[in-house]
């Protein structure tokens, strides 16, 4: 068979149009690519300068000697490690941050579920009840303090004031390194629970009316609704908020800075504001660094552990 | 909020509303209790047993107040400061969230997966080279002593932008964003959850809708500007909302970068009403009840902004 040129043609043209659709296409992608890019970059330029090179540079600083100014004065390993986990103060904190995420954290879910749980209630008036409870997200660290200081004035304080009228044995509160740091977890529960309260709130509203009304057919009171049903879904939520609260605890700073400064003697010295005493008063970048990197990798394993033990205890719909 | 009222038996309804009733007390409590002391007098706040009502209106407190500390300077620093920062998200967000959300570009996945790592990225791990970044003097690759060259420097010195030293003898210039509006706000300008929560709502408007406009000749920007942004109306004011109370309420960072007393943003300023030896609660309460204002008013107006917000980030869906 011979192959006329009036056959070749169509093919010929039709395979210069899949080749023309070709680059088309190939330009098309370029050019998607560098629109997208142009749409990208203002957060990405921040991002680069403001999170991703300053934590590299966290990285290297934790390497190096620094000088007052915090230029890398000389490479010296792993110095900077073996000296901030020689010095007690470095322990000491370690011991405090945990210890007020222990305090923390637990107690704000457990009241913060009392709260959605009531908030949930079907009543009239209940979006009132609803508004004070959530109404600590718009209080600042700052002012929240300031107030609880007033409260914690050991001679005419309103919590002395409670254990007096309970004939209990008064507290120095702020004043007593014994005191000090639940004195601080106290006002630091009361802040967080407007947020876990919300959230909470919100993940019980998205529990099918269905499953209860089922639940009740079959003659199951609050309690035995609450441990089958509602518990088991919202554990997704409790472990987002058992993630989120810890790694917020870890690094709660404004309380120490206003409250106690890390007193009395070191007993409520977290380890954030141990860094912030080495770069900010004392220039001591590398140690700073190092400690930040030290507190990072305790948050990142945290935070896996987290993933892997709680994760499997959750119930996924 | 339309729910039925549940039926319930009349003994419950009552241990119902008497939690609700108590709990409410315990979380509001603080926030009255700073609001009675602001109106008390100086001796009224050293009485015991502490004063749970008021018995006087002493406004003067406030006039104090606003003497003792420049509050109003600060609250003017801390509005720009989040004005800046809340417009800055929006902008950025939207750029970003459209090219997430409507251009099908290569390495998609990668540049999504670059801002989700940001929000894993804990503060403390970059904020020592960010310290030192904003505070630090960088020098400038041009200098003179040219009278407009130096006239332009001073006028954006004097809008508090950058801050700026120039040496007429070695005709060196160098800029600092240390006490400038532009260092308060410059590492937080751009947001990933923002980008992700405009981007979700990018996503329910049809494709074909932007297909048919882009052909159609209207622009890229064009079309995000008058189609896309005003759609997406209810992301963007729960984004506004969020953001500007979180950046009103940031202590650490404010505390790091201003040092000039005309600097200083709320959260800082309220502190220093703190007088270690002689303290003065009931003019430190007027100026938390002061600074609380406009967190309370965008609470209340923007409750619903808000918890949208707070738990897009939680329940996924």
């Not at chain 1, 601080?184 to 509203?205: E, K, N």
């Not at chain 1, 089958?228 to 609260?245: C, R």
């Not at chain 2, 315990?26 to 047993?49: D, G, K």
């Amino acid at each position: 068979m011979t192959i006329s040129p009036n056959a070749l043609d169509p093919l010929r043209s039709s395979a210069r149009t899949t080749s023309q659709v070709q680059s088309a296409k190939g330009s098309r992608a370029v050019r998607n690519f560098v629109t997208a890019m142009l749409f990208l970059a203002p957060s990405l330029i921040i991002f680069i300068l403001f999170v991703f090179i300053p934590l590299l540079k966290t990285i290297q600083l934790s390497f190096y000697l620094t000088d007052p100014i915090g230029r890398m004065a000389a490479f010296n390993g792993l110095d900077n490690y073996q000296r901030v986990f020689d010095k007690k103060e470095l322990l000491n904190s370690l011991q405090v941050s945990f210890l007020f995420t222990l305090y923390v954290v637990p107690s704000t879910i457990i009241l913060a579920l009392f709260l959605a749980v009531l908030a949930n209630a079907r009543l009239r008036g209940i979006s009132v009840f609803r508004v004070i409870f959530s109404s600590t997200i718009a209080v600042s660290a700052a002012a929240a303090s300031l107030i609880f200081s007033f409260f914690f004035n050991p001679s005419n304080g309103v919590f002395n004031y409670l254990l007096d009228l309970a004939n209990l044995p008064r507290v120095q509160w702020l004043v007593s390194d014994v005191s000090a740091l639940p004195a601080i977890s106290g006002l630091t529960v009361w802040l967080q629970l407007g947020f876990c309260t919300v959230i909470l709130l919100a993940a019980l509203q998205g529990i099918s009316q269905e499953l209860y009304e089922s639940a009740t057919i079959d003659g199951a009171g609050f309690w035995s609704s609450f441990r089958h049903i509602t518990l088991p879904m919202i554990s997704p939520t409790i472990f987002f908020l058992i993630v989120v609260q810890t790694l917020s605890a870890l690094q709660t700073f404004t309380q120490i800075n206003v409250l106690t400064k890390g007193g009395p003697v070191g007993s409520t010295n977290v380890l954030v504001y141990l860094i912030y005493q080495a770069f900010y008063f004392n220039s001591q970048y590398g140690i700073a660094a190092t400690m930040s990197v030290v507190l990072f990798l305790i948050m990142l394993v945290l935070t896996i552990i987290q993933f892997g033990v709680l994760e499997r205890r959750v119930f996924y719909s | 909020m339309n729910e039925t009222e549940a039926r319930y038996p009349w003994w419950q309804k009552i241990l119902l509303y008497g939690l609700l009733i108590f709990m409410a007390v315990i979380i509001a409590y603080p926030l009255y209790q700073a609001f009675v002391t602001s109106m008390a007098t100086a001796t009224e706040t050293q009485t015991y047993p502490p004063k749970l009502f008021p018995t006087t209106w002493q406004f003067q407190n406030y006039v104090d107040a606003l003497e003792a500390a420049p509050l109003p300077r600060y609250l003017l620093n801390s509005i720009i400061q989040s004005s800046l920062v809340t417009l800055s998200h929006l902008i950025l967000a939207s750029l970003a969230a459209y090219a997430f959300a409507f251009i099908d570009f290569k390495f998609k996945n990668f540049f999504f997966l670059i801002f989700l790592s940001t929000m894993m990225i804990p503060w403390e791990a970059t904020i020592i080279p960010n310290f030192m970044t904003i505070t630090g003097r960088n020098p400038m690759p041009f200098c003179s002593d040219n009278e407009i060259f130096v006239g332009i420097l001073q006028f954006i010195e004097g809008l508090n932008i950058i801050n700026f030293t120039v040496d007429p003898a070695k005709l060196t210039c160098a800029f600092t964003f240390k006490d400038t509006y532009l260092g308060l706000a410059l590492p937080y300008m751009a947001t990933a959850f923002g980008t992700f929560l405009v981007r979700q709502f990018f996503m329910s408007i049809p494709k074909d809708l932007h297909d048919a406009a882009t052909i159609d000749g209207c622009s890229r920007l064009r079309f995000l500007a008058t189609i896309a942004v005003p759609l997406a109306r209810p992301a963007l004011g729960t984004l506004a909302v969020f953001s500007f109370l979180q950046t009103y309420n940031q202590y650490l960072w404010p505390l790091l970068v201003t040092n000039d007393k005309n600097m200083r943003t709320v959260q800082i300023g309220l502190t220093m009403l703190q007088d270690q030896e002689n303290m003065q609660f009931q003019l430190v309460m007027a100026g938390v009840v002061i600074i609380l204002i406009p967190t309370f008013v965008l609470f209340i107006l923007g409750n619903r902004q808000l918890i949208r917000g707070l738990t897009a980030g939680a329940v996924k869906g």
